[in-house]
T-cell receptor, first 111, second 116 residues
Framework: LAKTTQPISMDSYEGQEVNITCSHNNIATNDYITWYQQFPSQGPRFIIQGYKTKVTNEVASLFIPADRKSSTLSLPRVSLSDTAVYYCLVGSGGGADGLTFGKGTHLIIQP | DTGVSQDPRHKITKRGQNVTFRCDPISEHNRLYWYRQTLGQGPEFLTYFQNEAQLEKSRLLSDRFSAERPKGSFSTLEIQRTEQGDSAMYLC??????????????FGPGTRLLVL
């Protein structure tokens, strides 16, 4: 499975847009890029998934350049409740390999 | 609430005891996964079921661990002769493989195990 690299931590302030970039240089042709969010003492929660270009849902946007070697999760106008760990994953989504999580990015939102 | 549920949410046990955790997946999901998460790390894959068949086990799953999914519905994860190193959050996830390429897993709240 393709490995991912993302910042260990980020800080921002309420109302700001936050962009978390993930590198995945060895992404395979069939791999999708998926982001999960995890709050303390809870299981990860699916945020967004994409293959190329841009995907937007009610929570976030995902930007994927043409070479797909990186991706950027964009959280518009964050609030304190967005403080969490964000995981970037690449792969076909599961099956016998499960999901491969890294250490994630710990996003801290301050007032 | 029709999400993934896990029971118990917390478990404290003494070293050497056996423990069993239960996971109830989203009802229409045919795939079920178990993960383990330690502090500061992302979840690590343990094992996976397609309906009632256990199709894959990670090398992290020692002989003391056993998982079942009778009738392809709920699943149990048992740890025998617990060790302090088993202390972790045990997460269950389920998914539906109708579109395998874009499978999304839905996680339960986890069971936090502390072995004294």
């Amino acid at each position: 499975l393709a490995k991912t690299t993302q910042p260990i931590s980020m800080d921002s302030y309420e109302g700001q847009e936050v962009n978390i970039t993930c590198s995945h240089n060895n992404i395979a042709t069939n791999d999708y890029i998926t982001w999960y969010q995890q709050f303390p003492s809870q299981g990860p929660r699916f945020i967004i998934q994409g293959y190329k270009t841009k995907v937007t849902n009610e929570v976030a946007s995902l930007f994927i350049p043409a070479d797909r070697k990186s991706s950027t999760l964009s959280l518009p106008r964050v609030s304190l409740s967005d403080t969490a760990v964000y995981y970037c994953l690449v792969g076909s989504g599961g099956g016998a390999d499960g999901l491969t999580f890294g250490k994630g990015t710990h996003l801290i939102i301050q007032p | 609430d029709t999400g993934v549920s896990q029971d118990p949410r917390h478990k404290i046990t003494k070293r050497g005891q056996n423990v069993t955790f239960r996971c109830d997946p989203i009802s229409e999901h045919n795939r079920l996964y178990w993960y383990r998460q330690t502090l500061g790390q992302g979840p690590e894959f343990l094992t996976y079921f397609q309906n009632e068949a256990q199709l894959e086990k990670s090398r992290l799953l020692s002989d003391r661990f056993s998982a079942e999914r009778p009738k392809g519905s709920f699943s149990t994860l048992e740890i025998q002769r617990t060790e302090q190193g088993d202390s972790a959050m045990y997460l269950c996830a389920s998914s539906w493989d109708r579109d395998r390429v874009r499978e999304t897993q839905y996680f339960g709240p986890g069971t936090r195990l502390l072995v004294l």
